[in-house]
């Protein structure tokens, strides 16, 4: 059982800035997909951006330009960073490790925008 523990979110204006933290209780972290995720109240839960265990990164058309995923595989981190938010970016995000048979889901962290 691997568990995901985000952090980092928070308020902020629009045009703000922030950083998310996904730690992960796993040695073989290196392994896995991970996946940022958000989900605004009344709407699905959506990829925003992933990272491959090569590196790879992918993003959605809303935040390409202005997120920015990456990991850090000693510290078992994957970071998303957050630029130009805007009020539509408000919503619960998470992350979420996926292998072969293997898919673990943090509790999410709040981003709320303000304009």
């Known amino acids: 059982q691997v568990q995901l523990a985000e952090s980092g979110g928070g308020l902020v204006q629009a045009g703000g800035s922030l950083r998310l933290s996904c730690v992960a209780s796993?040695?073989?972290?290196?392994?896995?997909?991970i996946g940022w995720y958000r989900q605004a109240p009344g709407k699905q839960r959506e990829l925003v951006a992933g990272?491959?265990?090569?590196?790879?990164?992918n993003y959605a058309d809303s935040v390409r330009g202005r997120f920015t995923i990456s990991r850090d595989n000693a510290k078992n981190t994957v970071y998303l960073q957050m630029n130009s938010l805007k009020p539509e970016d408000t919503a619960v995000y998470y992350c979420?490790?996926?292998?072969?048979?293997?898919?673990?889901w943090g509790q999410g962290t709040q981003v709320t925008v303000s304009s």
């Open positions: 990272i491959s265990n090569g590196g790879t990164t």
């Open positions: 979420n490790a996926a292998a072969l048979f293997n898919n673990y």
């Open positions: 796993t040695s073989t972290f290196s392994r896995y997909y």
